[in-house]
């Protein structure tokens, strides 16, 4: 491509985005020269995963509700509900009934390398995204080729999933509170309309007749004016949620269970495969990969480039809970530096604030993108990849690829999808 040609695809995205959602915003990403290239078993592996995500989600509310009714060790659910008023906590959540405690339906990972989870949202942000470069990819053939992988557009299958999944028309109240990208919300909430399904607020549908619920946390769902409504629609059948009214699934602390010895019974082998070693910090220490138990003081005395782990903020506080606003890469601190940082992480431990530590994974590789300018910018980046996936299974993976090692939707990620 010439450097003085600037490419097309940023003024079609720019406009197919003001279209859908009036905002001047535009594409926020570079977009990479060609879509992902991924291998055929590579790919079957994201399919495959969908299953074994459900059984964890499965596995995990089945383990928290048996800690509250006391069949389990109790230590279980304080992990996850510690310090939380009844409204959020014991209370809350045995009061619940099975249909109010279904697991997350439509849900976006995060994997460090292919085969690597180190986050699930329910449903996550980038679903616009995914949809977009879709659209490029489709607006401009002889630039990205004809799809070998996917069937169609993204949202065209979250709609027929819907569908299929309530088995009947959908009508949707999809909350935009806490969303990181709103105007992406909305692009989603146009394009689904577009299909044909009615979105509370715009269109002319009363609030008793929604039938699904949408929400990027539980705080977003629990304190809405609508949920003791909400709660006894589905009770009664007439109405699922997305997101259930559980702050479980926002919790990272959760991906140490599979690792826990108070809980690593209860998973089998190939589901705690999914996740980078992962254990909870306490005061007395902590597990790493190879099974050696190590204290605080003894980790930050170790070198560098031995200390190959991140350390995650794990509660369900949205304050803290939110992108990589509470995520350090531990080997990129001094021993003084780390110290400090466990000072704050125990000081939240004491109060019932779990964190965690979690093996890093990485994926270098080199990257491409065009640039608005219309000039090619090559790097050596870290991978990330995001799974999308309805209830009926993978719709789409995206690569956002970037130099920092916390690979983040910032201006100058660069993002492809499988095509």
């Known amino acids: 491509m010439p450097e003085s040609t600037a490419p097309p695809w940023y003024q079609f995205v720019d406009e197919d985005i003001r279209h859908r959602t009036r905002a001047t915003v535009g594409f926020t990403n570079e977009i990479a020269s060609r879509p992902y290239p991924m291998d055929e078993p590579t790919l079957q592996g994201f399919r495959d995963r969908h299953a074994l995500i459900r059984k964890f989600y499965e596995t995990t509310r089945d383990v928290f509700m048996a800690s509250l009714r006391d069949e389990a060790d109790p230590a279980i659910a304080d992990s996850v509900l510690s310090g939380q008023p009844s409204c959020r906590g014991r209370e809350h959540h045995l009061r619940l009934a099975d249909s109010q405690l279904s697991t997350p339906l439509f849900f976006r990972t995060d994997e460090a390398a292919p085969g690597a989870i180190i986050e699930v949202q329910c449903p996550g942000s980038g679903w616009e995204m995914a949809e977009q470069l879709h659209r490029v990819y489709q607006e401009f053939p002889g630039d ?21 999944q309530l088995g009947r028309e959908p009508i949707v109240h999809h909350l935009t509170n806490n969303a990181s990208r709103p105007h992406g919300v ?53 109405l699922t949620f997305d997101h259930p009214p559980t702050p479980l699934y926002d919790s990272k602390v959760i991906m140490a269970w599979p690792f826990w010895a108070t809980t690593r019974q209860y998973y089998p082998d190939e589901v705690r495969a999914l996740f980078p070693h992962t254990h909870i910090v306490t005061p007395e220490g902590f597990r790493l990969a190879d099974g050696t138990w190590i204290s605080v003081e003894e980790y930050c005395a170790m070198g560098r480039s031995a200390r190959a782990y991140y350390l995650k903020f794990a509660g369900h506080d949205p304050n803290l809970n939110w992108g990589s606003r509470a995520v350090f890469h531990s080997g990129s601190q001094s021993g003084v530096a780390a110290r400090h940082l466990f000072e704050r992480i125990l000081a939240d431990s004491r109060k019932g604030r779990p964190w965690v530590i979690q093996e890093a994974r990485m994926y270098p590789e080199s990257a491409t993108a065009v640039t608005r300018a219309g ?32 690979v983040h939707g910032a201006d100058q990620t660069v993002v492809s999808i499988v095509h």
Not at 144 to 164: D, I, N, T, Y
Not at 198 to 218: E, T, Y
Not at 380 to 393: D, L, M, N, R, V
Request: with cysteine; glycine share 12%.
């Open 375 to 406: 000039t090619e910018r090559s790097l050596t980046a870290y991978t990330k990849f995001s799974g999308f996936y309805t209830p009926g299974g993978l719709a789409a993976v995206m690569a956002l690829q970037a130099h920092s090692r916390k």
């Open 144 to 164: 990205f080729g004809k799809p070998k992988h996917f069937r169609g557009p993204l949202l065209g299958q979250v709609a027929e999933s819907m569908r299929h």
């Open 186 to 238: 909305v692009y989603t909430i146009q394009g689904l309309r577009e299909r044909g399904i009615d979105h509370f607020g715009w269109d002319s549908v009363h609030s008793r007749d929604c039938n699904f619920v949408r929400g990027h946390d539980f705080y977003d769902v629990r304190y809405n004016n609508f949920f003791d409504q909400w709660l006894e629609a589905c009770e009664g059948g007439a």
